[in-house]
């Protein structure tokens, strides 16, 4: 009887797993002019690791075993009247590209998307199933 629910617990596991990924993109995105961040630099953007797990028959899904700062450089901008600029006038900016945020956003929306509908086609097919078994 659990097989029968995996399809859903994995789904479910994977919407967890990309709203995280939405809210990353989400901070990425918001922070993306940040040049001073609590550690003292500037913000760095966050990617979100999948994984998928199999312990057992009854616990199979996605989760996310860590957020990983991108080591890609930032940009370096001449602005000297700002007030986190070096000693050369430059502002260390965050390695944030709000284009390909975007892109993953969509990717991130239609993944979540995605399992929506595997959701509610599951359910259909379980409800109709229930439903030939009291003819």
Not at 42 to 59: A, G, I, M, N, T
Not at 73 to 82: A, I, L, Q, T
């Amino acid at each position: 009887m659990k097989e029968m629910f995996l399809p859903l617990r994995v789904s479910a596991t994977a919407l967890e797993a990309q709203k995280i990924r939405l809210n990353t993109i989400a901070s990425n995105v918001a922070n993306a002019s940040s040049t001073k961040t609590a550690d003292g630099g500037p913000y760095r953007r966050k990617d979100v690791l999948f994984r998928s797990f199999l312990y057992d028959e009854s616990s199979v899904g996605v989760d996310i075993p860590k957020i990983v700062e991108d080591q890609r450089p930032g940009r370096m901008v001449f602005e000297p009247s700002h007030p986190d600029a070096d000693k050369n006038g430059y502002v260390s900016y965050p390695n944030v590209n709000v284009i390909e945020e975007m892109v993953n956003l969509m990717a991130a929306s239609r993944a979540y998307e995605a399992n929506l509908t595997l959701i509610s086609t599951y359910k259909d097919m379980f409800t109709k199933t229930l439903g030939i078994t009291n003819v």
